[in-house]
């Protein structure tokens, strides 16, 4: 486990440096051109041509819709901007720029766990609670569309816009046929197709069908709209420029949810990922990622959360398996302001969408908690209107308290929202998995 008071490792640094400006500073290229940097790309020049984003990420790039810039910039620069900030009061900080990897693994990988067990007939199971032996996939509905109460919701995130920060996306995946997707990739020499399979399975769990014609269920927020960018290569990884600039985009696309199924095991707090999130949040825009995916709880190793979830300002999500224990592999919180686990969703053989001929596929990881807390986000939008700091309120709020402590699980497992109650004064009932749920 890495201590937490040493400084990045090595290894998960690219040489490059992101710069954090103060909110809304006028002058930010500016700034950079006066310590030398003089080529440095503005993200709202390439925001309508998507095809070109990747080539601008590899070089010197601003991002204008968080304030954000990554620069390659020697020792003598760096000190003169420092010196400059100080001098004309203007709050900047200096980061190294940290490489993220994929946070999913192949089912038949993962720690073994207790299947689930299909329910007996007549055999009443309160939303909310796992039945005897766990939740299990059916014929119609994974076992996580089923436990999140989202398989019979009324809500299909219509209208929302939810972007998934992976590695692309399979369009031609028969079971989007006639979805309105939009997609980037911000992979230099890197199309938006999905050459790796991850970014499909986890848009699937997020945003795909509910009915299959026949087969399996498995999307949360069916109607949402898709937003897919590619921010990781075919390989599973990608830098902070990358996923920066998909934040940026999805930001300035207007989404209210943000997906990342990433991230790199450092225990620090990221100092750019503070900043994104805390503008993402005034924007509108709500930022979900996995808390990873480090620990080895059966041989007593409770890991830590990495960045970008451990920013006070993203939402980190935990993993659950079938009974609603916590998934061997699941983080726990860190001590401290961020690295906070803030809610838990399904994230233990948990099947979905795979690019073709595969179609589907089963994955474990706080990677596929993730995208299962982003659709029920979408959900929870389009039902209440809320946005931003509401919304994660609300999330937090709705979710079902669990057994397990909260440096495991947060607020507990993060459910659909209730039907409309017409009694409500706002519509609104009591949602009937409002309580604690045992092992």
């Known amino acids: 486990m890495q201590d937490p008071a040493q400084p990045f490792p090595e290894h998960v640094t690219t040489g490059r440096s992101v710069v954090v400006f103060g909110v809304d500073d006028p002058d930010a290229r500016g700034m950079l051109a006066s310590c030398g940097l003089t080529d440095v790309a503005d993200s709202r020049d390439f925001a309508t ?4 984003a990747g080539h601008v990420c590899s070089g010197d790039t601003y991002f204008a819709e968080l304030g954000i810039a990554v620069v390659r ?86 209208g929302i816009r939810v972007a998934v920060l992976d590695t692309g996306f399979d369009a031609g995946h028969p079971d989007f046929a006639g979805r309105g997707v939009v997609a980037a990739s911000f992979i230099e020499g890197e199309e938006s197709a999905d050459g790796h399979g991850h970014g499909t399975h986890c848009i699937g769990t997020a945003c795909g069908p509910r009915q299959t014609g026949g087969g399996r269920g498995y999307g949360v927020a069916p109607a949402a709209e898709i937003y897919a ?42 100092p750019p990922y503070v900043a994104a999130g805390r503008r993402s949040l005034a924007r509108g825009t709500l930022i979900v990622a996995a808390a990873g995916n ?69 994955l474990s990881g706080t990677s596929m908690a993730t995208p299962h807390v982003a659709g029920l986000a979408a959900l929870l939008a389009e039902a209440t209107g809320l946005r931003g700091r509401e919304l994660w309120a609300e999330i937090v709020q709705e979710a079902v308290r669990l057994q397990a402590p909260s440096v495991d699980v947060g607020a507990g497992l993060a459910v659909a929202p209730p039907p409309p109650d017409p009694a409500e004064p706002d519509g609104r009932g009591t949602h009937p998995a409002a309580r604690v749920v045992g092992p």
């Open 49 to 52: 041509s998507p095809e070109t």
């Open 294 to 362: 480090n620990a080895h709880r059966s041989v007593g190793d409770f890991g830590f959360v990495g960045a970008p979830a451990n920013s006070p300002f993203v939402m980190a999500v935990g993993a659950l398996d079938q009974q609603l224990r916590v998934a061997d592999f699941s983080a726990r919180t860190l001590p401290g302001r961020g690295g906070q686990v803030d809610v838990a969703a399904p994230g233990v053989q948990v099947y979905s969408a795979w690019p073709m001929p595969r179609r589907y596929h089963t």
């Open 229 to 270: 960018g590619k921010v990781l290569s075919n390989a599973g990884s990608g830098r902070d420029a990358n996923i920066l600039a998909g934040i940026d985009w999805a930001v300035a696309h207007g989404c209210a949810v943000v997906s990342l199924s990433l991230g790199a095991d450092v225990a620090q707090v990221h």
């Open 73 to 158: 910039a020697d020792a003598e620069q760096l000190g003169t901007l420092r010196a400059t900030a100080v001098r004309e009061h203007r709050p900047v900080s200096v980061s190294p720029e940290i490489v993220h990897r994929l946070l999913g693994q192949p089912a038949d990988d993962a720690v073994p766990m207790e299947p689930g067990v299909p329910v007996e007939p007549g055999v009443p199971v309160e939303p909310g609670a796992p039945p005897p032996g766990g939740f299990t996939d059916t014929a119609e509905s994974t076992w996580g569309l089923t436990a999140t109460l989202a398989a019979g919701s009324v809500h299909t995130g219509r």
